[in-house]
């Protein structure tokens, strides 16, 4: 009787191959479920404790779920992360666009490749306060405003939700441009070039190259930079936040990922309450990773 299963129809000594390289990622398989799944399982059961890191540790069932979604301050912050979603779309165009001209060489396109890439290795703490001073009061956005006579205009940005939101979307936006054009770059370049060649012998333009090969060739790659950077807006924006605006005016700009640190860290080591709302933001991630897969599929179907 022949070995089926995992391993297939295999013989003895493919068998014992494939034993010996399940052997040799099994170390790397437990240092990841150590560092990754055990924090995991740890947060999801505190949440329902209220625990404050030292003594408290009680159960306390679903109350601090209850607490935060019965207080009014989870949707007010699930709005603000909602809306510096609106920097995902625009970064990905943005991106795409950049590639495709990288890859059509335009004139420095050489320069340009390194250029686009410049704010990706700025820090975040430090581009924070780079755009905090930008956008103040004395900044040098308002100083221009006002050397055109637009003293009008001359407000400081960061000091209500309305022009604070749309500053830290413009910030994320330029600061994920050249992740995103070197990503997609990547997957225009694995593209067989006899495609475009042949595309150009037939009279193919721009515009055609663009939209009738490019395109539906990269859609997982596109998808990948749509999902990886809804992900990242949604937790890793705290160094962002806590240069620009420290979560302010009051709680009109702070994300869900800089409310786990608030209530956790400065709000009475409130730790089991900032677990509960971690789970959750896990939950609302893989549901719109989960989203965005599906329509990445029908998308395949239809443009593959």
């Not at 749509?226 to 009109?252: C, K, N, Q, R």
């Amino acid at each position: 009787m022949s070995k089926k299963g995992a391993f297939g129809a295999l013989s003895p000594q493919e068998l014992k191959k494939a034993k010996i390289a399940y052997l040799c990622v099994l170390p790397a398989l437990l240092v990841l479920v150590l560092v990754r799944a055990y924090p995991i399982i740890v947060v999801f059961l505190k949440s329902f404790t209220n625990w404050d890191g030292l003594f408290a540790n009680d159960f306390v069932g679903l109350d601090n779920y209850k607490l935060l979604f019965g207080s009014g301050m989870f949707w007010n912050l699930f709005r603000n992360n909602m809306y510096l979603l609106l920097s995902v779309p625009l970064q990905v165009i943005i991106g795409l666009i950049v590639a495709v001209l990288l890859y059509e060489h335009v004139p420095g396109w050489k320069a340009f490749r390194a250029i686009y890439y410049v704010p990706q290795i700025i820090s975040l703490v430090i581009l924070g306060y780079l755009f905090k001073t930008m956008f103040g009061l004395e900044g040098p956005l308002n100083q221009v405003l006002r050397s055109a006579g637009l003293e009008n205009l001359a407000v400081d940005w960061l000091l209500n939700r309305e022009t604070a939101l749309p500053v830290m979307v413009f910030c994320v936006t330029w600061y994920s441009i050249g992740w995103q054009t070197i990503v997609i770059l990547g997957g225009m370049s694995s593209i067989d070039t006899s495609v475009f060649e042949a595309a150009r012998l037939d009279g193919a333009n721009f515009w055609q190259r663009t939209f009738k090969i490019v395109l539906p060739m990269i859609v997982s790659i596109i998808t990948y930079c749509v999902v990886m950077a809804v992900i990242w807006t949604f937790t890793s924006l705290f160094p962002l936040i806590y240069s620009m605006t420290d979560g302010g005016p009051g709680f009109e700009t702070m994300t869900l990922d800089y409310f786990i640190y608030n209530k956790a860290f400065q709000r009475g080591n409130q730790l089991g309450y900032a677990c509960s709302a971690s789970v959750v933001l896990l939950i609302i991630v893989l549901i719109i990773t989960a989203i965005e897969m599906r329509i990445s599929d029908a998308a395949e179907e239809k443009w593959g």
